[in-house]
């Protein structure tokens, strides 16, 4: 009997399949209002505006996974925003700045993972300590919006590679990569420690390790985030968003992941991100006006978020515990 | 049968085996205040040494005026984190009362009786919606005031199409310049708050409740407190706060902008956690929010004088959260694994 | 025969205190090759703190542990196992959401030659080391969640003897088996192998099968050791009560009115976790309720106060019938509950022991809803002579009490509430042996006052010698009810482990 019911729970895939599923179904309806959201570029344009909020929120999924908050996200893609606009095109060049965020986000994400596993600090309030403290480095880096992203980094990203849209690339090598992590020893570990702790420490798992590991990861997935968000805005904007950090929230909850961790994914959360973006998108080709999408946007995340971990919730609901 | 650890009573590093009396719910937690009511001495002292000019009573008045925001709304922020949660939406809320103040009154008195229960209720009511949701839903605090502070805002956005309101009540702007007996109003005020705002979480049986809900929720549900009640009642004061904090801040910038309040929404936070509460709740007097939000704004004026600017001062504030944070952990890990 | 070879385990002089509380102090003992050794001891007595550090989790403080002759200071479980410690913990140390085979190798399985874990290759690996060991029903992909804990727990002690560890520190690993045959059978091989083996219970008549020697730990101090043939039942009770166990709970007359009207009536109570439960609680009776880990007690106790819904099923309070609705309403009707977790459903940790207790009550301490400590204490002292907990006690951080005063404490809150039944849970876990003799005489005196008891223990004794009469639940329903007469330790484990009728011949008492 435990063996059919793991079946069932394999099949019903937890949350993701239901994200992908509704992914879909949103598309179609999304297609059928813009039917020039079916041809390659229409393809093209959603994914370049999805790349960023599933780059960010899948480093997100890896910290919510091992069982922490982390809110220092959009401080992250804030830095590495300014840095590359003032970087790229003189002192480092496209992939120098590339080498740098990257080594930005490691290194906040080390401090977050430290104080995190190591200090046994609460995360929610260290990633709000180190968001503020991004947020001013990003100040101080530029202080107000300027600067000037390298050509190369916008027409790299922003064309495609033998027909095929450079975001699908990078989120394909990105999905690509979770499916390594999540086979991998460390991907036991993150859903293990997510899960139970104790059990975890029991059983010989380096919890501390695994959470750092979480915390450096994520920060460099916002500093990729922050990089390919460059060559949409084109220039340095060291302002952070409120509403970002939410949608990462949202994106990562429709995709089945339990904020309370040990379960999900990412391909959940990058279907999470997808059905956000569409949605934007659904409200802008309905003339919904500007101020209005802020109020959609706060009561559309809760909801999302709601269902999203009521799906998450249903997905390990099955138990045979005894009282 | 389950046998169980031995009893370990992982508690204050300052409980010493002979048992002095000391009074219920001080004594280790009045370490961190005085602590950073010593800091702020040490700021005030390290600035008039390095500029001469700075650290004049009136600028010393000053500092204790421009506190008057930080300590109203961190009250509000301290108790919901009392309980456990956060509020997100405090800087939105705080902008819209301003506005409100601002809007209902257009620069005359006439409404100004009015204008000020209006205001307060309303942003009151937001923090109600706040706590409904929190008591409901079930889902973690900073989600639900996050989504919520992003609503209002774009209601707010919406109603007021984003201008700002240039005439505030001269009473209210009267009020905040103004001195009874010597002493600035706003000091005067602050005075009359800090004692309500410390009865009330540290002296009624209400306050108590808050810190039991804190320490232990599963044990305050089996005990049936009241917690739903107290988690509504709770977002809704943060609410309050936040709306008189905002007809204040309007008074004294005669003006009133949309994201007026957002610069106080991370230092509200700050003063809470500096004061040595935990994150999770359960811990922390209000004396130390006091000196958490006394300590913040005196830096922030330092900040001010030394020019420097905006981006230095969130790096601060960050690394001084970081830095608290830290310090709170030295003193609750008492021994080795 | 004393074995004069180099013993495998050479535990010295070992001590470990966590603030005030002694947890082991200066107990050394010797494991040799191929015997096993029992470990016995109460709740408290500093078994698992042993087992934590010989598991590498915690270091002590002082002496020293040798393995073979090596220095044994291990940094970690993984560390502990590559020296040859293995453990099978209480506690069980699995991880819910993996599957069998995922546990089975943690925390490093192998992988294959592109550095992933070969899912399928590990479950054919974990298919045969259980057949290996004799489990044939569990599926190595099936997940640990949606497995019984009788399963769990058999995968717990293949997961720490499978790797032949030189060893193996088995901690209460009956408790939820259905079949110990089989442990017994492993045992057997491990010692074929030369295994040595600390088995840590406080069962009885598993120490006489299976040990030939064993140690008996008394308030973090080891007390008694000794060839296991050479001791009387009645030598290691006292020595692990540290009074004969006779003495202490001699039967008193019973305060039970059966005639008057029932305080509390429940008939075919059902819902998750709980299969059809009746029973009738009398005015001045203690009624027990027995029970193996997880068969519907915990269940049963959070649904009398409303906080587990209940499907099907009344319950009459005094021959009214009525819902409870919550905890909060079930307070208003007279019925405390006195929780399973002291630490996470009990304690506020950051209150002092006062505030702890008063706080049910506290705004009738309250003039204008303003504390006044005075009064405050006043109501506290009370109910504090009852329990006998010391006034001292009374402004410290209740964190800083030792489990049987934080126990007592919380009693005391219940009192307060002046409650016409109450509803513990293990109330004596974790508690030294006085605390213990005040709660029973707590529970005498409030019975005789017209209270009753609603009383879940662990300990066959207490149930044995405090209660008029006794449930036993089984599978999440009533197994049987034993009256006065029939109240014995063997009857109430032959019915908690499902045999109805007769008992099955156990040699002498123990815990269920």
């Given at each position: 009997m435990a063996k059919s019911i793991s079946l069932i729970r394999k099949m019903a895939g937890g949350g993701a399949t239901a994200a992908s599923a509704l992914l879909c179904v949103m598309f179609v309806i999304y297609a059928l209002h813009e039917p020039s959201a079916l041809s390659l570029f229409g393809i093209g344009n959603v994914l370049n505006n999805t790349v960023v909020l599933a780059l960010a929120a899948m480093g997100l999924t890896l910290v919510v996974l091992c069982g922490e908050l982390d809110l220092s996200g959009p401080g992250v893609i804030a830095i590495a925003n300014v840095v590359v606009a003032t970087t790229s095109t003189g002192t480092l060049g496209t992939g120098g700045s590339l080498a740098a965020v990257?080594?930005?986000?490691?290194?906040?994400?080390?401090?977050?993972?430290?104080?995190?596993?190591?200090?046994?600090?609460?995360?929610?309030?260290?990633?709000?300590?180190?968001?503020?403290?991004?947020?001013?480095?990003?100040?101080?880096?530029?202080?107000?919006?300027?600067?000037?992203?390298?050509?190369?980094?916008?027409?790299?990203?922003?064309?495609?590679?033998?027909?095929?849209?450079?975001?699908?690339?990078?989120?394909?090598?990105?999905?690509?990569?979770?499916?390594?992590?999540?086979?991998?020893?460390?991907?036991?570990?993150?859903?293990?420690?997510?899960?139970?702790?104790?059990?975890?420490?029991?059983?010989?798992?380096?919890?501390?390790?695994?959470?750092?590991?979480?915390?450096?990861?994520?920060?460099?997935?916002?500093?990729?985030?922050?990089?390919?968000?460059?060559?949409?805005?084109?220039?340095?904007?060291?302002?952070?968003?409120?509403?970002?950090l939410l949608f990462m929230y949202a994106a990562v909850a429709i995709g089945g992941t339990s904020l309370n961790g040990g379960r999900g994914g990412v391909i959940g959360t990058l279907a999470g991100a997808g059905i956000l973006t569409i949605l934007q998108k659904m409200l802008f080709a309905l003339g919904v006006a500007d101020f209005y999408t802020n109020i959609f946007n706060g009561i559309i995340m809760i909801l999302a978020i709601f269902f999203g971990q009521l799906s998450a919730l249903l997905a390990g609901a099955q138990r045979l515990r005894k009282a | 049968m389950r046998m169980h650890e031995p009893p370990i009573p992982a508690g204050h590093a300052a409980v010493s085996k002979t048992p002095a009396a000391r009074r219920a719910l001080i004594g280790p937690e009045l370490l961190p205040a005085l602590m950073v009511f010593a800091a702020t001495?040490?700021?005030?002292?390290?600035?008039?040494?390095?500029?001469?000019?700075?650290?004049?009573?009136?600028?010393?008045?000053?500092?204790?005026?421009?506190?008057?925001?930080?300590?109203?709304?961190?009250?509000?922020?301290?108790?919901?984190?009392?309980?456990?949660?956060i509020d997100l939406s405090l800087g939105v809320v705080i902008g819209i009362g301003g506005m409100m103040i601002a809007g209902l009154t257009r620069g005359s008195d006439d409404a100004l009786l009015l204008a000020i229960p209006a205001t307060l209720l309303c942003c009151a009511g937001i923090g109600l919606v706040n706590g409904i949701g929190v008591a409901l839903a079930k889902l973690p605090p900073f989600i639900i005031t996050l989504s919520s502070g992003i609503t209002f805002s774009g209601v707010a956005l919406g109603l007021t199409a984003g201008s700002s309101q240039?005439?505030?009540?001269?009473?209210?702007?009267?009020?905040?310049?103004?001195?009874?007996?010597?002493?600035?109003?706003?000091?005067?005020?602050?005075?009359?708050?800090?004692?309500?705002?410390?009865?009330?979480?540290?002296?009624?049986?209400?306050?108590?409740?808050?810190?039991?809900?804190?320490?232990?929720?599963?044990?305050?549900?089996?005990?049936?407190?009241?917690?739903?009640?107290?988690?509504?009642?709770?977002?809704?004061?943060?609410?309050?706060?936040?709306?008189?904090?905002?007809?204040?801040?309007?008074?004294?910038?005669?003006?009133a902008t949309l994201n007026m309040g957002d610069a106080l929404l991370m230092p509200s936070i700050a003063a809470v956690v500096i004061g040595g509460a935990r994150v999770t709740g359960g811990s922390g007097i209000y004396l130390g929010t006091f000196a958490g939000a006394l300590f913040l704004s005196t830096l922030s004026t330092v900040i001010t004088t030394l020019s420097l600017s905006q981006g230095f001062r969130d790096l601060v504030q960050g690394g001084i959260i970081l830095i608290a944070l830290v310090l709170q952990s030295g003193r609750l890990i008492v021994g080795s694994r | 025969?004393?074995?004069?070879?180099?013993?495998?385990?050479?535990?010295?002089?070992?001590?470990?205190?966590?603030?005030?509380?002694?947890?082991?102090?200066?107990?050394?003992?010797?494991?040799?090759?191929?015997?096993?050794?029992?470990?016995?001891?109460?709740?408290?007595?500093?078994?698992?703190?042993?087992?934590?550090?010989?598991?590498?989790?915690?270091?002590?403080?002082?002496?020293?542990?040798?393995?073979?002759?090596?220095?044994?200071?291990?940094?970690?479980?993984?560390?502990?196992?590559?020296?040859?410690?293995?453990?099978?913990?209480?506690?069980?140390?699995?991880?819910?959401?993996?599957?069998?085979?995922?546990?089975?190798?943690?925390?490093?399985?192998?992988?294959?030659?592109?550095?992933?874990?070969?899912?399928?290759?590990?479950?054919?690996?974990?298919?045969?080391?259980?057949?290996?060991?004799?489990?044939?029903?569990?599926?190595?992909?099936?997940?640990?969640?949606?497995?019984?804990?009788?399963?769990?727990?058999?995968?717990?002690?293949?997961?720490?003897?499978?790797?032949?560890?030189?060893?193996?520190?088995?901690?209460?690993?009956?408790?939820?088996?259905?079949?110990?045959?089989?442990?017994?059978?492993?045992?057997?091989?491990?010692?074929?192998?030369?295994?040595?083996?600390?088995?840590?219970?406080?069962?009885?008549?598993?120490?006489?099968?299976?040990?030939?020697?064993?140690?008996?730990?008394?308030?973090?101090?080891?007390?008694?050791?000794?060839?296991?043939?050479?001791?009387?039942?009645?030598?290691?009770?006292s020595s692990m009560a540290g009074r004969s166990m006779v003495e202490t709970s001699t039967r008193q007359s019973s305060s039970a009115r059966p005639g008057a009207t029932p305080v509390l009536e429940a008939s075919h109570l059902k819902g998750p976790g709980i299969e059809d439960i009746g029973f009738s609680l009398a005015p001045g009776e203690i009624l027990g309720v027995a029970g193996l880990e997880g068969h519907g007690q915990s269940r049963l106790f959070k649904a009398l106060v409303g906080l587990s819904p209940l499907e099907q099923g009344t319950i009459a309070i005094e021959g009214v019938p009525t819902m409870i609705r919550s905890p909060r309403h079930a307070r208003r009707l007279g019925l405390v509950l006195v929780?399973?977790?002291?630490?996470?459903?009990?304690?506020?940790?950051?209150?002092?022991?006062?505030?702890?207790?008063?706080?049910?009550?506290?705004?009738?301490?309250?003039?204008?809803?303003?504390?006044?400590?005075?009064?405050?204490?006043?109501?506290?002292?009370?109910?504090?002579?009852?329990?006998?907990?010391?006034?001292?006690?009374?402004p410290l951080s209740i964190s800083a009490l030792s489990g049987g005063n934080q126990q007592k404490a919380i009693l005391a809150r219940a009192l307060l509430a002046e409650p016409r039944c109450l509803f513990l849970f293990d109330p004596t876990r974790g508690v030294d042996v006085g605390a213990k003799q005040n709660i029973y005489a707590m529970m005498r005196g409030f019975v005789r006052e017209g209270g009753a008891i609603l009383f879940y223990s662990t300990e066959l004794d207490e149930l044995v010698h405090l209660c008029d009469r006794c449930l036993v639940l089984y599978r999440n329903t009533i197994a049987g009810e034993l009256g006065p007469e029939g109240l014995s330790q063997d009857r109430i484990l032959a019915l908690a482990s499902g045999y109805a009728g007769g008992a099955r011949a156990i040699a002498s008492s123990g815990g269920a």
């Open positions: 990257l080594a930005i986000g490691a290194a906040v994400g080390c401090v977050n993972g430290f104080l995190v596993a190591y200090l046994k600090l609460q995360s929610l309030a260290v990633s709000l300590g180190t968001l503020i403290a991004c947020q001013g480095i990003a100040l101080l880096v530029l202080p107000a919006p300027g600067g000037e992203v390298s050509d190369a980094i916008v027409n790299t990203l922003s064309g495609d590679f033998f027909g095929i849209p450079a975001p699908a690339i990078v989120l394909a090598l990105v999905g690509g990569l979770w499916l390594l992590l999540k086979h991998s020893r460390m991907g036991i570990w993150l859903y293990a420690v997510g899960t139970d702790e104790q059990a975890s420490r029991l059983s010989g798992v380096n919890v501390r390790a695994t959470k750092l590991f979480a915390f450096v990861v994520s920060g460099m997935c916002y500093a990729m985030a922050g990089y390919v968000y460059c060559a949409e805005i084109g220039s340095g904007d060291p302002r952070i968003s409120d509403s970002f | 001495m040490v700021l005030v002292v390290g600035m008039k040494i390095a500029n001469h000019s700075f650290g004049s009573f009136d600028q010393l008045t000053a500092i204790m005026v421009t506190a008057i925001f930080l300590v109203v709304a961190s009250f509000g922020q301290g108790l919901i984190i009392l309980l456990g949660g240039q005439s505030v009540a001269p009473a209210l702007q009267k009020f905040m310049n103004s001195s009874f007996l010597g002493i600035p109003c706003p000091i005067l005020f602050i005075i009359l708050f800090v004692l309500a705002a410390w009865l009330f979480q540290n002296r009624t049986a209400e306050g108590r409740k808050l810190y039991a809900i804190g320490s232990s929720p599963g044990a305050a549900r089996i005990l049936g407190l009241p917690i739903a009640a107290l988690t509504i009642a709770v977002y809704t004061i943060g609410g309050l706060c936040a709306g008189i904090t905002g007809i204040l801040l309007a008074g004294y910038s005669s003006s | 025969m004393k074995d004069r070879r180099q013993p495998v385990l050479d535990f010295n002089s070992v001590s470990k205190r966590y603030g005030a509380t002694v947890a082991l102090d200066d107990v050394s003992f010797e494991l040799h090759a191929g015997e096993v050794c029992g470990c016995l001891g109460e709740n408290g007595a500093g078994k698992s703190t042993l087992v934590k550090i010989l598991s590498g989790i915690v270091v002590p403080d002082a002496g020293e542990i040798h393995i073979a002759g090596q220095p044994f200071r291990p940094r970690g479980i993984v560390d502990a196992r590559a020296h040859g410690v293995s453990t099978a913990f209480q506690e069980l140390s699995l991880v819910p959401t993996l599957s069998v085979a995922a546990n089975m190798f943690l925390p490093r399985p192998k992988l294959n030659r592109l550095g992933l874990v070969p899912r399928r290759q590990i479950e054919q690996e974990a298919e045969q080391i259980l057949q290996a060991h004799d489990v044939t029903d569990i599926s190595p992909a099936a997940l640990v969640e949606d497995l019984p804990l009788g399963m769990r727990q058999r995968i717990e002690i293949v997961r720490a003897l499978w790797r032949r560890p030189a060893v193996l520190l088995l901690d209460e690993a009956t408790a939820a088996l259905s079949d110990r045959e089989w442990l017994f059978g492993l045992v057997d091989r491990m010692l074929q192998a030369n295994t040595s083996i600390l088995y840590i219970s406080h069962k009885l008549d598993e120490i006489r099968r299976l040990c030939r020697r064993c140690v008996i730990l008394r308030n973090g101090r080891k007390v008694l050791e000794d060839e296991v043939a050479e001791m009387s039942d009645e030598a290691i009770f929780p399973e977790e002291r630490k996470s459903e009990g304690l506020f940790n950051d209150l002092s022991t006062q505030a702890n207790i008063s706080l049910p009550v506290i705004n009738e301490a309250s003039p204008l809803h303003f504390l006044n400590w005075a009064a405050e204490r006043r109501l506290v002292e009370k109910v504090t002579p009852t329990v006998n907990l010391a006034e001292r006690y009374l």
